[in-house]
T-cell receptor
Framework: DAKTTQPNSMESNEEEPVHLPCNHS???????IHWYRQLPSQGPEYVIH???SNVNNRMASLAIAEDRKSSTLILHRATLRDAAVYYC????????????FGQGTRLTINP | GAVVSQHPSRVICKSGTSVKIECRSL??????MFWYRQFPKKSLMLMAT?????????EQGVEKDKFLINHASLTLSTLTVTSAHPEDSSFYIC????????????FGQGTRLTVV
């Protein structure tokens, strides 16, 4: 499974943008980049995913580098409810569809 | 609303007993479901892939006789922790997705298992 590297933790202030980086230098051409987040004592929640082009949805934006070896999850205006562990995952393109989680980034939002 | 329903949300059992956790896909037929476990302050660890109508595929180091997986229908997969011991205490999470590896995954709310 392709690996991703994320900072262990990040901190930001409420109502400010947050940029969460992810490195995936061994990504293959057909791997999708997925982001999930997990609030305490809950199952993970889908945030966004993309292949090559930048993606936007109601929760966040995903900026993908041109060489696809890194990506950035952007929360445009963080709220206290965005405090969670964020996981960047490369989707197994070998047919098993499984998601293998790395350590993720623990995001703290200061009021 | 929830796409995946997991039950129970928490359970306490005595050592030596077995515990069954259910995972239901509410919105679509799920031929494949995934089971994870998570220890405090740690990431999710994939335990096994549950396949409807066939045997589950276990990740390396996961005892298949200890963690029995049954996926008898397209909407239900169960994980049974057999002869539970305190070291099996963990947060168990199931997941599924629609066909196609470009789609997003949906997760259950998790089951907190405590073995006393």
């Amino acid at each position: 499974d392709a690996k991703t590297t994320q900072p262990n933790s990040m901190e930001s202030n409420e109502e400010e943008p947050v940029h969460l980086p992810c490195n995936h230098s061994t990504i293959s051409g057909t791997d999708y980049i997925h982001w999930y987040r997990q609030l305490p004592s809950q199952g993970p929640e889908y945030v966004i995913h993309g292949l090559t082009s930048n993606v936007n949805n109601r929760m966040a934006s995903l900026a993908i580098a041109e060489d696809r070896k890194s990506s950035t999850l952007i929360l445009h205006r963080a709220t206290l409810r965005d405090a969670a562990v964020y996981y960047c995952i490369l989707r197994d393109s070998g047919g098993a569809q499984k998601l293998v989680f790395g350590q993720g980034t623990r995001l703290t939002i200061n009021p | 609303g929830a796409v995946v329903s997991q039950h129970p949300s928490r359970v306490i059992c005595k050592s030596g007993t077995s515990v069954k956790i259910e995972c239901r896909s509410l919105d679509f037929q799920a031929t494949t479901m995934f089971w994870y476990r998570q220890f405090p302050k740690k990431s999710l660890m994939l335990m096994a892939t549950s396949n409807e109508g066939s045997k589950a595929t276990y990740e390396q180091g996961v005892e298949k006789d200890k963690f029995l997986i049954n996926h008898a229908s397209l909407t239900l997969s169960t994980l049974t922790v057999t002869s539970a011991h305190p070291e099996d205490s963990s947060f168990y999470i199931c997941s599924t997705c629609r066909q196609g590896w470009s789609t997003e995954a949906f997760f259950g709310q998790g089951t907190r298992l405590t073995v006393v």
